[in-house]
């Protein structure tokens, strides 16, 4: 995706490799003193070794109730180094050995923020010719160390530089913020969202469980009462019975404990949040007495039985949360028929309420959005409540917040994301906003607040800045994307972000030369959804030996297998019948061709795969569609009866296609309704479905199977 010239290139291999450089790139960069022109050769690492003394240890002092302890942060590293090393043992010891990497801890007032403060995040990395040492302020400051070695190992075939540094985030909160309420994500994209934020040291992963689309004021009643809401957290208890509505589209807590498990085992805490008083929708839809009547997405505080109820919410799903800080939403609690502070005193009574409501029952801390800014004339929110700021026509975080003695984390709407569409927000992060943020051009920040008057940002060491999190809003609801495109409208700008959240000083150009090497080394995820091919055929099925083994021709071992008929060089694909692949899907830029005769009217699946399925019509229409992300997107167009069709579907970059015959292509779309006003026909990207030939209602012939990765 990026282009770099030979300078910046010549620039890169200088500051990994000279040893007078005095940092080692990577996202973010390392401080770093190469200490000698050796190097060591990863692939001789025979054995990590957990100090003995610190196997079981945790880290306390950070974001999760549920920290790995150093032992089990080597056995994740240990998965990790495989590609480079093969298997390597875990073991415990005393010191380093030749071929080890040693995981020890040290003081931790050796390792400070921004704020001067220590931070259990930080690490020194001590690489000689024959082993490598990492001490760690705690655990997880280990951890970080060896998504460095990771790096480095990527960017340098494999090999470290000699020398040694130490390394510590600026500041605590880094990462990212996604809207689950207004469209579903499965559980595994969250652990796979998870696993790109910890290869770049971004340690938060805050996931909004409920919300609405907009409630317009020109609805009816009844159009409120029937618009999109979604309350993700499915429980059984009767305290809550009716609230969920959408049980396929929602998380059990065994689910939702096996998200946090796995993201904490690579050092993200998931900071959970269920909306009130505004947003609330979905909480008024199951009990309407709830709301104010001129707008019953907002909750109706004076009401006697509004908190006790949002409380009974927080007393089931408490237990289910392992942040120490949890977040109450309170975001936008304005009622167009009112002025817009006429509610701030029943806001602010609600967010204390609830605030001394949790900390009392679980100790957990509250964060709510920054809504209504402190008044010297009246009762405000209390200040062991954190701020996370937004936008400045709510508040200024900076003046409003901090100076009034708030702690705030920075998600101003710099970096806002809207999916797929906005009249105002862009749809994927800005990097040269990273880049060059700052007031006077220079980067970005966790501190910068106002990207344009530098009066509205503290200090870098104002210890009251909490950190970033970059949000991105699903304000088109849940039919305008599919999972991966919030994915996408991160890939390629997170990372650069993350430098800046953790305090690194890496360059744009320096990015652009590193991105696509790091991209590839991320472990525990496949969000591209690419396949490793030997050539730009991935996989190729002609049927000509009739076998119910399918031999992949392609040369990648792609084998299939079929307990379908098949003669003359084609499966007869029927109801009972399938063919059976290895893979599973293929992201952007790809074409998946084939050979088509229905025989039949009957409907049903032509190919399907975990991300989607290219269905002939689907029971009631007979047209080619897509479904993806539990939603159709269908085309005007059928495939001809008894009649030899070539087709393709096609992913060409954010857009996707079906080609036909001659040539023609026809382009799959989602209709967006936007906030009840109009609507507007927007791209989408969908993923080739490649795991089974037919099995569904479909009757027909198939054959010249063939994926290559280009468009």
């Known amino acids: 995706m990026f282009v770099s010239s030979l300078l910046s290139s010549a620039l890169l291999l200088l500051s990994i490799a000279a040893p007078a450089t005095s940092r080692l790139v990577g996202i973010p960069t390392v401080p770093f003193n190469i200490s000698s022109p050796s190097k060591f050769v990863l692939k001789s690492v025979n054995a990590i070794v957990v100090d003995s003394r610190y196997a079981n240890a945790t880290d306390l002092n950070g974001t999760t109730l549920i920290p790995p302890s150093l032992h089990a942060f080597a056995e994740t590293f240990a998965e990790d180094l495989h590609p480079y090393v093969g298997d390597v043992p875990v073991s415990l010891g005393s010191e380093a050995s030749p071929g080890s990497i040693f995981l020890t801890l040290g003081d931790a007032k050796d390792f400070l923020d921004a704020a001067g403060r220590p931070t259990s995040e930080g690490y020194t990395l001590s690489v000689t010719d024959r082993d490598v040492t990492i001490t760690g302020a705690s655990p997880l400051g280990v951890w970080w160390g060896t998504r460095t070695i990771l790096q480095q190992a990527a960017l340098g075939d494999g090999k470290l530089p000699v020398g040694s ?357 991320v472990p525990a995820q496949n969000l591209d959804r690419a396949i490793p091919s030997k050539s730009s055929t991935i996989v190729q099925y002609d049927f000509t030996d009739g076998s119910s083994k399918v031999k992949d021709l392609s040369g990648n071992g792609y084998d299939a297998t079929t307990n379908c008929s098949i003669a003359n060089s084609a499966v007869s694909l029927t109801p009972s019948c399938s063919v059976s692949t290895p893979l599973g899907s293929k992201g952007r830029n790809y074409t998946l061709s084939f050979s088509v005769f229905p025989t039949a009217n009957t409907t049903g699946a032509l190919f399907t795969g975990p991300d989607s399925a290219l269905l002939s019509g689907n029971g009631t229409s007979p047209e080619i569609m897509l479904v993806a992300a539990g939603n159709a997107f269908a085309l005007n167009y059928s495939l001809p009866r008894n009649t030899w069709m070539h087709a393709s579907l096609i992913g060409r970059g954010n857009r996707t296609f079906f080609g036909v015959g001659n040539g023609t292509e026809l382009e799959f779309l989602a209709k967006l309704g936007i906030d009840g006003e109009y609507f507007v026909w927007a791209p989408i990207a969908i993923e080739a479905p490649l795991a089974t030939i037919g099995g569904g209602g479909f009757r027909g012939l198939i054959k010249d199977v063939r994926l290559v990765d280009y468009a």
């Open 165 to 521: 540094g130490t390394d510590a985030p600026g500041w605590g909160i880094r990462g990212a913020m996604l809207d689950a309420g207004r469209h579903y994500y499965p559980p595994e994209f969250l652990v796979e969202i998870c696993s790109y934020l910890s290869f770049f040291k971004q340690n938060t992963f805050h996931v909004h469980l409920s919300d609405n689309l907009y409630n317009n004021p020109n609805y009816t009643r009844q159009q409120s009462l029937d618009l999109y809401a979604a309350f993700r957290p499915n429980s059984d208890d009767p305290a809550v019975a009716g609230l969920n509505r959408r049980a396929n589209e929602s998380y059990s807590r065994s689910e939702f404990e096996d998200i946090q498990q796995k993201c904490a085992a690579r050092g993200v805490t998931i900071v959970p949040e269920i909306e009130s008083p505004g947003h609330a929708l979905v909480i008024t839809q199951w009990k309407p007495e709830l709301a104010i009547s001129s707008d019953i997405s907002l909750l109706n505080i004076s009401y006697p039985e509004t908190i006790p109820t949002v409380q009974s919410i927080w007393s089931v799903f408490l237990p289910w949360f392992h942040s120490k800080t949890v977040h109450i939403g309170a975001d936008e609690y304005v009622d167009a028929a009112l002025s817009k502070d006429a509610l701030v005193d029943e806001y602010n009574y609600f967010v204390n309420s609830m605030n001394a409501f949790i900390t009392n029952r679980t100790g957990q801390a509250v964060r709510i959005w920054g809504t209504f800014p402190p008044s010297p004339n009246g009762t405000n929110v209390d200040k062991n409540v954190s701020i996370q700021h937004w936008e400045f026509f709510e508040a200024n975080p900076y003046w409003d917040y901090i100076m009034n003695g708030y702690s705030v984390l920075n998600s101003d709407d710099a970096f806002y994301i809207v999916n797929k569409y906005s009249a105002s927000y862009p749809q994927e992060l800005n990097i040269t906003r990273i880049f060059h943020g700052a007031p006077d051009g220079g980067p970005y920040a966790p501190y910068i607040f106002d990207t344009r008057n530098a009066s509205n940002n503290p200090q870098r060491d104002n210890p009251a800045v909490l950190g970033h999190v970059a949000a991105l809003w699903n304000d088109d609801g849940p039919n305008a994307t599919t999972y991966s495109e919030a994915y996408y409208a991160w890939r390629n700008g997170l990372p650069a972000l993350a430098d800046k959240q953790w305090g690194g000083d890496l360059l744009e150009d320096e990015y652009a030369d590193i991105f696509d090497r790091l991209h590839a080394a």
